[in-house]
């Protein structure tokens, strides 16, 4: 089984970002970058189909590929990735926004080249909050797709999944080769060992452009305004529950 | 140019978000129809044709689309294109789980999560957790968005909209249906709630949660929420996750129980009107956004709001 591990190199999850003052987009220089949260839950996924941990058995001949598409320091983002048991890297280089239909269709190219069963993605990019990149590329490979997975169980020619949904939890059977988006609650990702860290700089990252893929990344959307949200008015501390109720009955909220 | 909605329902009615997609769908086109796909959906597709302002109801009827599955939603949406100038989602799990597919199908970039319709190709959405607001604006021919349904009011009754039976998709699809559990509740759902209690790591275990957060939740009528700590930990299921990747929410009233403020927790929920937070840290940042602060243990802090709001009469 070959898996494929999109993975985007994005602000870190503990680190606000700063809205630039003219409003022409967000400050990024000097904040550290991390791999997408989503991301590493769906590699920490990958890795364990292959070794037959978290509920799986081992499933013979497993390779995963991690790719991203960005900038040089992406390649950072992938040695993350294969220090946590990816096989082999791919950046697809890229400055600047590169928009999920720009994503999907680099992703489609790299899925026609190297052929897998199964691709993992994050559900959302945790700085651009779309959810759209495995829709999407599902849609381009006319894939079945099972979105914001839990749990992941494999067996001949498909996949068992179950989503988290708005109503609770669904599960879907879908036909391999498919498209996967992780939730949360998929697993917990490892952290990679100093051994695995230093073997993953031995592991093979490929380097490749949009161009060769014969995609054009060109956004399609202008962003007008960046702007910071309203801040809310102040508010107070109250002292007890009383004067807590009071204030709720002053405000009409009871 | 013509708009149309894909409704959210459970075959038998119809959600609320519905209406409030229709609300931002006017903001674009005097022109807007509804789509209700489902089976046995005819209840959904009569009250989607109640929406003031909707000029056509179609509705598709299958059993491929009980389920709404992405293949078949995808399979009967996309076709329907070629008469309308934009397509819009509600910013469900299920509307975020079909839009992206037709976008990539009719090759047009998709507008996630949009807050405002300035006008009929520029739109406002977060970014970032909601931590930057972005101004977009799209000169694509056809325009496929998912709107947050919170941030629109929804559109009154009193239409007579005609109802259109369409055809369903057959497929044969990829994907299959195997089963759900759906949680059944009698308190208000949480995206449309308007008193949410909200409760956090501090409440410790399942039980607690409960015991704690129910008495309170049925005072107030209140829905339940929960931070992802609480949810990880399995102290609450997953669809009471509110926040940047949970439920978006914005009730008149927001009380957060042992919840620090997390940036991914503030972004479902600081739209709220009135927020409310009981923390034992007076240091922890919820206090940056709550109208009013209890630096006080829930554990007697809760009881104690329980009591005045019995002498308020509730
Ligand atoms: C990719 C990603 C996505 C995420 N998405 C979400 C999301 O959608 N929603 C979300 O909520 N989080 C999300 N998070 C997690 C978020 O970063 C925080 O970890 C989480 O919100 C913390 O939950 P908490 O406030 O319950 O727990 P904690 O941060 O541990 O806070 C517990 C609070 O309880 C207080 N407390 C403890 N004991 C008591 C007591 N006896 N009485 C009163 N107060 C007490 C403490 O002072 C503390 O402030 C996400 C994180 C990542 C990386
Ligand atoms: N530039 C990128 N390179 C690699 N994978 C990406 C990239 N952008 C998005 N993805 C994948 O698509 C998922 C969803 O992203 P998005 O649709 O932008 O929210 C992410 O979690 C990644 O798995």
Redesign the pocket.
Known sequence: MKIL?????VLDYNLKVRVKPDGSGVDLSNLKMSI?P??EI?VEEAVRIKEGGGGHTAQAGTEIVA????PDQ?QETIRNALAMGADRGIL?K?EGE???LA??K??KAVVEAEKPDLV??????????????????AALLDWPQATFASKIVLSAGKATVTREVDGGLQTLDVQLPAII??DLRLNEPRYASLPNIMKAKKKPIDAKTAADFGVDTTPRLQAVKTAEPPKRAGGIKVKTAAELVGKLKEAGVI | MAVLVVAEHDNASLKDSTSKVVTAAKAMSGDVDVLVAGSNAGAAAAAAAKIAGVRKVLHADGAALEKQIAEAMDALITPLMANYDAVLFPATTTGKNVA?RVAAKLDVAQL?GVIAVESADTFVRPIYAGNAIVTVKSAQAKNVLTVQPTTFKASADGGSAAVESIAAPAGPFKTAFVSEEVAKSDRPELTGAKRIVSGGRALGSSEEFHKVLEPLADKLGAAIGASRAAVDAGYAPNDYQVGQTGKVVAPELYVAVGISGAIQHLAGMKDSKVIVAVNKDEEAPIFQVADFGLVQDYKTAVPEIMDELGKAGL
Do not use: H
Request: charged share 20%; glycine share 6%; net charge negative.
């Open positions: 591990v999109p993975i985007k190199r997408n989503f991301d769906a790719v991203s598409i960005g992406a697809v890229a590169v928009e999920p994503v999907a680099i992703l993992i993605l994050g559900k959302q990019a945790i700085d651009d909050d779309s959810n759209q990149t495995g829709q999407m590329l988006t992780t | 992206p996630s």
